[in-house]
């Protein structure tokens, strides 16, 4: 079985990953020990020797996050008021069949932009790791669309691969000129549908694309 020490994950993963060991969990064949999740602070609750936040990207019931206290002076290693969005890095850990993430470090997200990278490289770890597999936004195993496929997301997708060569991607009209035999109501649709299941993404803006898997 492979182990990864830090595997970016979303919540949604982490609450279905499996239990390897006493100390590690798994998906699919994947051991991981260490994990990083993004996502908003919904509540923060102090106790004596730890902090409890609950943390909620989106992906599925928010997961409770422990940040245990300095043990020279007794303050937390960060602070996250709620409203805020963070990065943890951390251990799952599971209690009395309630899972929770034992964080080692919580850094406030200043730049928005962090969000979305770290949604990226979820998918790509996961690609990487479960090769054919995708994901869809909510990074739950869902099928492929084929380029052999006679599909307008099949055809749509394979010109996209074929432009993520270029750091822009392909641009719509270059997009629409190679699949000048669609309509343009059937491409919008197509990369719609291709954006939200986590395979195409916008680059320079919302008329370039590239795929995730090139």
């Known amino acids: 079985m492979t182990v990864l020490q830090i ?3 979303s919540v ?3 609450l279905s990953a499996s239990k390897a060991s006493s100390d590690t969990f798994a ?3 994947l051991e991981f020990n260490q994990v990083s999740v993004v996502g908003v602070v919904r509540e923060l609750a102090p106790f004596v020797k730890y902090v409890q936040y609950c943390l909620d990207d989106m992906t599925g019931p928010p997961l409770t996050v422990r940040q245990w206290m300095n043990s ?5 290693l960060g602070f996250a008021s709620p409203g805020s969005y963070v990065k943890v890095i951390g251990s799952l850990r599971s209690s ?8 080692k470090h919580i850094r406030v997200i200043t730049d928005l932009n962090e969000i979305t990278s770290h949604m990226l490289q979820v998918v790509h770890a996961h690609m990487q790791v479960f090769k054919k597999q995708k994901f869809d936004v909510n990074m739950n195993i869902t099928a492929v669309p084929s380029e ?3 599909s307008v997301q099949g055809q749509v997708l394979h010109v996209i691969r074929s432009g993520s ?3 822009i991607g392909i641009g719509f009209n270059e997009l629409q000129s190679q699949l000048d035999f669609l309509s343009i109501k059937d491409i919008k649709s197509s990369l719609t549908s291709l954006m939200d299941q986590g395979f195409v993404y916008h ?6 694309f590239k795929s995730t898997d090139p």
């Open 72 to 76: 020279e002076d007794c303050t937390p």
């Open 165 to 167: 060569v270029r750091d």
């Open 148 to 150: 052999d496929s006679p």
């Open 7 to 9: 595997l970016p994950c």
């Open 203 to 208: 680059t320079i803006d919302e008329s370039h």
């Open 12 to 14: 949604s993963q982490l």
């Open 27 to 29: 998906l699919s064949d």
């Open 96 to 103: 009395t069949g309630e899972r929770s993430l034992q964080a």
